[in-house]
């Protein structure tokens, strides 16, 4: 098992690129099994162990592939497989987006329930809901959700999400590219990782229209081919570097971003006192000698990410002064709080929200990571905190940084990564 060795105290400075985005990869991967035509390159993937087990998913289902470099290639002119297996979807969540294009492409296919996870129950009634309105019949058997199409085809249907799912916004799209007719999407997430599917399928073949708003349109057609393609780059990723400046008091540029994408956490970096400056794809933060506590509320894009809610959290033990954190997103997802505690921080948990009293001196003790954003908040309070922070089970932190620990090194952090054992 792997843990990060953080001794605190270190301001950062300098420039990192940011990555790729996991969350806009993985339904770009998911989407190349939509058409045996061709063979996909796809740039900018990350190298997560995520992106990792989707790869691994595609090819049980029989594609082929190749990763390197932040390349993938994928062909899946011979698929064999339309099931996707508990061993597989239980290591990530995300695995569910093989539904729609599997449905779409062979009219039968079996995913098993994806497990709920650190903060919460992750249902899918949603994602199950877009499939039956586009004509599939679903059941849920033995942890499966088996969906068949009635029919021959898809037929385009009109779906109104009762909430802004980033998730089943996908599974529809994938769903109804090549599905008969006309499919309305209203309530779709707004989120950039959906927009960057959504040009990706446009590439492949696909009409859709309303891209970049709340209603998408989409015109079935009958043939998508493979494509090459550039991912967007990880705003959380950025966000979360940001971060690491603002909490040690540093001057760091995050560069091959998009800055409209963090607008939301560049406002709150700002009513904190920090000073952002955008030059083209750089974004720079130089940090206040006093943060001042922002409160923020974690909500669909283009509001604050429930993404970032962790990192801030971390960063707001150091203001100057109580802020209030809520996320409207996932009501539970505080697990890092006893975690920051133990560091040396008072926050007061009330349901979903959390009073963060600052300013604390934190100091360095071993902490456990729940998940992957609240592995990262640990990181960051260990950047500040005296003496020495171990974060343990870094697995989570893989699954969604790409060599954090190498990032924040480059930018002047004392951090190793180290091998250990659990009492069994
Ligand atoms: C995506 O998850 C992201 N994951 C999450 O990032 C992110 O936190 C989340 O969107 C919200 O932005 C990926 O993109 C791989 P949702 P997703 O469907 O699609 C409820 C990370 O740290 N809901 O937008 O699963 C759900 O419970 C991860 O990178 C239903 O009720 O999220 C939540 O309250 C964590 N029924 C809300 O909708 C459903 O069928 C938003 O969830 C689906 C979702």
Request: charged fraction near 20%; charge should be neutral.
């Amino acid at each position: 098992m792997d843990k990060l060795v953080i001794r605190g105290g270190k301001r950062l400075g300098g420039t990192i690129a940011a990555s790729g985005s996991k969350n806009s990869a993985l339904p770009v991967i998911a989407a190349t099994l939509l058409t045996p035509d061709g063979t996909f390159v796809i740039d900018r993937i990350p190298d997560l162990k995520d992106v990792r087990t989707f790869i691994q998913l595609l090819g049980y289902l029989g594609a082929s592939t190749s990763f390197e470099n932040n390349r993938l290639t994928v062909c899946s002119s011979q698929l064999q497989s339309i099931e996707a297996p508990y061993e597989l979807v239980k290591k990530m969540r995300a695995s569910i987006y093989v539904l729609g294009p599997l449905l779409a492409r062979f009219g039968h296919t079996r995913v098993s329930l994806p497990g709920g996870c650190a903060f919460g129950p992750r249902p899918v009634d949603l994602h199950i809901m877009a499939m039956e309105k586009l004509g599939a019949t679903v059941t849920i058997e033995q942890g499966f959700i088996d969906a068949r199409v009635n029919g021959s085809r898809l037929r385009g249907a009109h779906i109104d999400f009762p909430i802004s799912s980033v998730g089943a916004t996908g599974n529809a799209l994938m769903a109804a590219v090549t599905a008969e007719g006309t499919t309305v999407l209203e309530n779709a997430a707004l989120e950039p990782e959906i927009e960057c599917l959504c040009r990706f399928l446009q590439k492949m073949g696909a009409n859709i229209s309303g891209i970049g708003t709340t209603t998408l349109v989409i015109e079935g057609v009958d043939r998508l081919t493979a494509v090459g393609f550039d991912n967007i780059f990880d705003r959380i990723e950025a966000g979360t570097l940001l971060c690491a400046a603002a909490i040690t008091g540093g001057s760091v540029t995050v560069t091959g971003t998009v800055p409209e994408h963090l607008e939301s956490v560049l406002e709150a970096f700002r009513q904190a006192g920090c000073t952002i400056t955008i030059k083209g794809d750089a974004i720079t933060l130089n940090s206040p000698a006093e943060l001042q506590p922002v409160d923020i509320t974690a909500r669909p894009y283009p509001e604050f990410p429930t993404d970032m809610q962790a990192q801030w959290m971390a960063l707001m033990t150091q203001a100057k002064g109580d802020s209030t954190i809520i996320d409207r997103i996932y009501l539970e997802r505080f697990n890092h709080i006893p975690e920051l505690n133990r560091l040396g921080a008072n926050i007061e948990i009330r349901d979903n929200w959390a009073k963060v009293h600052g300013p604390r001196e934190l100091t360095g003790t071993k902490v456990m990571s729940t998940d992957l954003r609240a592995s990262a908040c640990l990181v960051l309070a260990g950047l500040i905190a005296r003496q020495t922070t171990e974060v343990l089970r870094v697995y989570h932190l893989d699954r969604g940084y790409e060599a954090i620990e190498k990032k924040l090194t480059a930018l002047g952090a004392d951090i190793k990564r180290e091998k250990y054992q659990e009492f069994a």
